[in-house]
């Protein structure tokens, strides 16, 4: 069986409720800006411009977009948090990494955009209630609500996800 590139951890499938779920989960939060700081260490800048899989984005566009996206998910979580089921906002990913700033703007400045948002994000939703976990947000795109509990698990999965694109190209090239 061939494994897909597109998902080299699987597609992100949502999970119950409970205490060591949360505690993971959380974890992979508070790490994921080391953990994406770790899989482009030492990478040079032709290895930076190279796609993860034919077609796909570069690492420097994998890298911008896990801080475009966890700022996203940072103000996903702040408007659920304080609104009652508000609607979010959808982007377009493939055209954010189209645009000038993701060529021109170091990845550096990405890594520290998420040490900042996941300090943040970690610090916003560490203690939330049984109950705040189930408030929701409405995302017009998919035509569907998203609990708090969801949006954990789903960007947990998200950070892992591109950090294994990644991890994953240099264990292919033997970098």
């Known amino acids: 069986m061939t494994k897909d590139p597109r998902y080299p951890i699987g ?21 994921l800006p080391e953990e994406v700081e770790r899989a482009v260490l030492n990478l040079d800048a032709a290895q930076i411009q190279t796609p993860y899989r034919d077609g796909g984005w570069t690492v420097q566009q994998l890298v911008h977009h896990i801080a475009d996206s966890h700022m996203n998910a940072y103000i996903r979580f ?16 493939n055209a954010w990494v189209q645009l000038a700033d993701i060529e021109k703007v170091p990845i550096n400045v990405s890594l520290t955009i998420l040490h900042g948002v996941h300090q943040r994000l970690l610090a916003t939703i560490k203690d939330l209630t049984p109950e705040q976990w189930e408030r929701k947000v409405t ?27 990644i991890t994953t190209l240099r264990e292919n090239k033997g970098w």
Not at 78 to 93: S, W
Request: hydrophobic share 35%; proline share 8%; glycine share 6%.
């Open 139 to 165: 995302h017009p795109e998919h035509g569907r609500e998203m609990s708090m509990w969801f949006l954990l698990g789903l960007y947990a999965w998200h950070g892992k996800h591109h950090t294994a694109h």
């Open 11 to 31: 597609k992100f499938e949502p999970k119950p409720f409970s205490e060591q779920q949360k505690k993971e989960w959380l974890a992979d939060i508070q790490f």
């Open 78 to 93: 702040r408007l659920g948090l304080t609104e009652d089921n508000p609607v979010i906002k959808p982007y377009d990913e």
